[in-house]
T-cell receptor
Framework: DAKTTQPPSMDCAEGRAANLPCNHS???????VYWYRQIHSQGPQYIIHGLKNNETNEMASLIITEDRKSSTLILPHATLRDTAVYYC???????????FGTGTSLTVIP | GAGVSQSPSNKVTEKGKDVELRCDPISGHTALYWYRQSLGQGLEFLIYFQGNSAPDKSGLPSDRFSAERTGGSVSTLTIQRTQQEDSAVYLCASSLAGGGYTFGSGTRLTVV
């Protein structure tokens, strides 16, 4: 059973920031929030993960609320190549249970 | 079934032994993927089946790894002469063609 909920779809104008929300209200203290994305017919691509602090890398930023019940993935300057399904995942780092949400289909519009 | 089912959920095997991992995809899903994830690492693509097309085997790390999908449904991933570096969680996912996919809960393989 998925432990995350995400909106099914979003649009974003090219060059603007894309903010993808995720709710994980039942997250446990030792569970991390991971974000992956799937570009059409390709395997999932790791984006970022975090426990409680905000994280940033070359692809995106992850903002986790203080109570850890929700998070937002931010793509600062969306490009057409960012069009994909984005999955928010909660899991224990050493665990084998992957709790995928429904994913958000992001469409970047020229 | 309602989801992707994988078995066994955990497998401990001795180095050098062969193992078979099973995946039952969602009924009607034409695409099936195998991935693995080593501790602390991201998902590593292994193999992809789509309908009756030849599978994409580009991710298989060595010729000790093979997979088949019988009747367009159940898939078996076989690892021959297992090595300690094969220890990982092996994930199967299925989808409708071009759709987002659903993962199984994985098989944790430990080679001792």
């Amino acid at each position: 059973d998925a432990k995350t909920t995400q909106p099914p779809s979003m649009d974003c104008a090219e060059g603007r920031a894309a903010n993808l929300p995720c709710n994980h209200s039942t997250i446990s203290g030792n569970e991390y929030v991971y974000w992956y994305r799937q570009i059409h017919s390709q395997g999932p691509q790791y984006i970022i993960h975090g426990l409680k602090n905000n994280e940033t890398n070359e692809m995106a930023s992850l903002i986790i609320t203080e109570d850890r019940k929700s998070s937002t993935l931010i793509l600062p300057h969306a490009t057409l190549r960012d069009t994909a399904v984005y999955y928010c995942i909660v899991r224990v780092v050493s665990g084998n249970q992957f709790y995928f949400g429904t994913g958000t289909s992001l469409t970047v519009i020229p | 079934g309602a989801g992707v089912s994988q078995s066994p959920s955990n497998k401990v095997t001795e180095k050098g032994k062969d193992v078979e991992l099973r995946c039952d995809p969602i009924s009607g899903h034409t695409a099936l993927y195998w991935y693995r994830q080593s501790l602390g690492q991201g998902l590593e693509f292994l193999i992809y089946f789509q309908g009756n097309s030849a599978p994409d085997k580009s991710g298989l790390p060595s010729d000790r790894f093979s997979a088949e999908r019988t009747g367009g449904s159940v898939s078996t991933l076989t690892i021959q002469r297992t090595q300690q570096e094969d220890s990982a969680v092996y994930l199967c996912a299925s989808s409708l063609a071009g759709g987002g996919y659903t993962f199984g809960s994985g098989t944790r393989l430990t080679v001792v």
